[in-house]
């Protein structure tokens, strides 16, 4: 089975940072996508960054400036470096990766099971 872990999350002040991984495990194939999703209380689960198996990335406005996401192909490690945090950004961190696994076809979507940020004022 494949498995996403994240750690690195926990509380910080307003202005500081905080670096999230995710390191994928089991039996897998290849590794397309691997990005991050958060999902505060009340509202909808978000895109937050997403890095691309040709070295693109993608960010949403909100964060554009603020964090980097960045991945280490040998170690199936995707990484999320936050800096300058707001009040607004406490939620539900959630790791997600496009993959193959053997004897499969097509890409599946695998979800870690989420790490809490919060931050304070």
């Known amino acids: 089975q494949v498995q996403l872990v994240e750690s690195g999350g926990g509380l910080v002040q307003a202005g500081g940072s905080l670096r999230l991984s995710c390191a994928a495990s089991?039996?897998?194939?290849?590794?397309?996508?691997m990005g991050w999703y958060r999902q505060a209380p009340e509202k909808q689960r978000e895109l937050v960054a997403n890095?691309?198996?040709?070295?693109?990335?993608n960010y949403a406005d909100s964060v554009k400036g603020r964090f980097t996401v960045s991945r280490d192909n040998a170690k199936k490690t995707v990484y999320l470096e936050m800096t300058s945090l707001k009040p607004e950004d406490p939620a539900v961190y959630y790791c997600n990766a496009r993959l193959r696994v053997p004897l499969l076809k097509s890409d599946i979507s695998s979800w870690g099971q989420g790490i809490q940020v919060t931050v304070s004022s």
């Open positions: 089991g039996s897998i194939f290849s590794i397309n996508d």
């Open positions: 890095f691309t198996s040709g070295g693109s990335t």
